[in-house]
């Protein structure tokens, strides 16, 4: 019996040290200045290609002119070997130099209209109407690298 409230005590002060425990952020850790956005996708069973049909046409083709242009650093599809597991079965990313990147630019935006022109705008706006058919959103995020120390 002295053992087990022996063991119970250490146990409950091991949980009270290191709830106490905290970090600080720049000694303890830094947060990176790349800014990655991610949207997680839930693809519907055996539309895999024709989802990827449709953002090769599209989306793929204004991250690399983006790119191109030097507005974001990279992107990247990911596709999940489980389809059928979990909320969402492929991600779309891009990643930015930093966060002011992000801001809205008229200029910016101008010269990548000009860049894209109105036929890719136009298939794009087609291509697009069609993923409510083979896709679901199912989130949204904006990820910073955490550098520990």
């Known amino acids: 019996m002295k053992y087990i409230v022996l063991i119970i005590g250490l ?11 905290e970090l600080e952020i720049y000694k303890d850790y830094d947060i990176g200045k ?6 997680t996708v839930r693809i519907d069973p055996n539309m895999e290609d024709v989802y990827l049909e449709g ?21 990247k ?5 489980l389809p059928q597991s979990g909320e969402f079965n492929m991600v ?9 990147d992000l801001e809205p630019n008229q ?20 291509i697009t109407k069609t993923y409510p058919n083979v896709r679901t959103l199912t989130g949204e995020y904006r990820l910073r690298e955490i550098i520990m120390k």
């Open 107 to 126: 200029e910016k935006y101008k010269k990548f209209m000009k860049s894209w022109g109105q036929a890719n705008q136009d298939n794009s706006r087609k």
């Open 11 to 21: 146990c409950s002060l091991l949980f009270a040290v290191s709830s106490q425990a």
């Open 77 to 81: 599809i990911f596709a999940s070997e």
């Open 55 to 75: 953002l090769r046409e599209s989306w793929v083709k204004a991250v690399r002119l983006q790119k191109e242009l030097g507005y974001i650093k990279d992107w």
């Open 92 to 100: 779309l990313m891009v990643m930015f130099e930093n966060s002011a």
């Open 34 to 39: 790349e800014v990655t956005s991610m949207t």
